[in-house]
């Protein structure tokens, strides 16, 4: 599986600020792109994943869901 790269482009057209698991403690600590850059130590709740809606995710192939759990896509 390819690796995601970690840019500033990619992170614009991340919806991850957009997803019903996206909570108050990622939001403070302003994550994102958890399929280039891992997952988050804030432990979200599993409430619905819209990566596989993402353009991201799409031009990388990306078949997983729930990154913010699992880590980056390798």
């Known amino acids: 599986?390819?690796?995601i790269?970690?840019?500033?482009?990619?992170s614009k057209r991340c919806i991850c600020p957009n997803?019903?698991?996206y909570n108050e403690c990622v939001v403070g600590k302003k994550e994102k792109l958890f399929?280039?850059?891992g997952?988050?130590?804030?432990s979200p709740e599993k409430q619905?994943?819209?990566?596989p809606e993402c353009s991201v995710a799409s031009e990388y192939?990306?078949?997983?869901?729930y990154y913010c759990h699992i880590g980056p896509e390798k």
């Open 1 to 3: 599986m390819v690796k």
């Open 39 to 42: 997952k988050t130590p804030c």
């Open 61 to 65: 192939g990306l078949e997983k869901t």
């Open 5 to 10: 790269p970690n840019t500033k482009e990619n």
């Open 48 to 51: 619905g994943c819209i990566c």
């Open 35 to 37: 399929c280039a850059r």
């Open 19 to 21: 997803c019903p698991t």
